[in-house]
């Protein structure tokens, strides 16, 4: 999507650790009008699929996945919640996620009263790069019993294995951004170009 390679140009930075910071427009301050493009786009990729609930990550996925729901008919977004410990109820559907950014694994819970097994979720989140937070997404959804409908990314670092890993497993996965190569001594971002 070309406005979001360009505000990724004008906007962002590279951060050590091979970090893309775009805390301008997704990540710490939300420009709500951009962030309606993007649900505007997810609606036009998954177009024709009946999506009943949105399921994304705190916290950074839940900004635009709350948008995003606008252009679904407004279904229910449900977050999962991180948790340290793994001493949990069972009223939840637990699994671990390694952070990529934090570089430590969490374990995600989503409460068994809002995933069911007559649910196609889509999943929304910001980043997609080893694949673990959208795999353990994936993991919740299989334990409610419920369907994936499909897999929105707004920036997907397209060199991680994760894109890969998922389209192997024959899920429909869209990428609004893919970035090819990124350097954090010039600056320089390359995107592949996925318009359709
Ligand atoms: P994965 O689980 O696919 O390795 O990483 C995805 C998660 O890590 C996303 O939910 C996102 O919050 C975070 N993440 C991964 N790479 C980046 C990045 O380059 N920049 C930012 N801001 N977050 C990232």
Do not use: W
Not at 47 to 71: F, M, W
Not at 84 to 103: A, E, G, L, R
């Amino acid at each position: 999507m070309r406005e979001l390679e360009e505000r990724i140009i004008k906007d962002g930075s590279i951060n050590p650790g091979n970090v893309l910071k775009v805390d301008s427009f997704l990540n710490h301050q939300i420009d709500i009008r951009f962030l309606e493009t993007l649900g505007e786009e997810f609606k036009r990729r998954f177009d024709g699929k009946n999506i009943t609930k949105i399921l994304t990550i705190e916290a950074s996925g839940i900004g635009v996945a709350s948008i995003t729901s606008k252009y679904f008919d407004y279904p229910p977004v449900v977050f999962a919640k991180k948790s340290k410990t793994s001493n949990i109820s069972n009223d939840v559907y637990k699994s671990s996620v390694h952070s990529y950014t934090h570089n430590e694994t969490n374990h995600i819970i989503v409460s068994k009263q809002y995933l069911h097994k007559d649910d196609y979720v889509l999943i929304i989140d910001d980043f997609l790069a080893n694949g673990c937070a959208v795999l353990g997404l994936i993991d919740l959804i299989k334990q409610a019993g419920a369907h994936v409908a499909g897999i929105g990314i707004v920036i997907e670092k397209g060199y991680q294995e994760g894109g890969q890993l998922i389209r192997e497993q024959g899920y429909h996965l869209e990428s609004l951004a893919i970035i090819k190569s990124m350097d954090g001594d010039t600056g320089n971002i390359q995107f592949v170009n996925n318009d359709e």
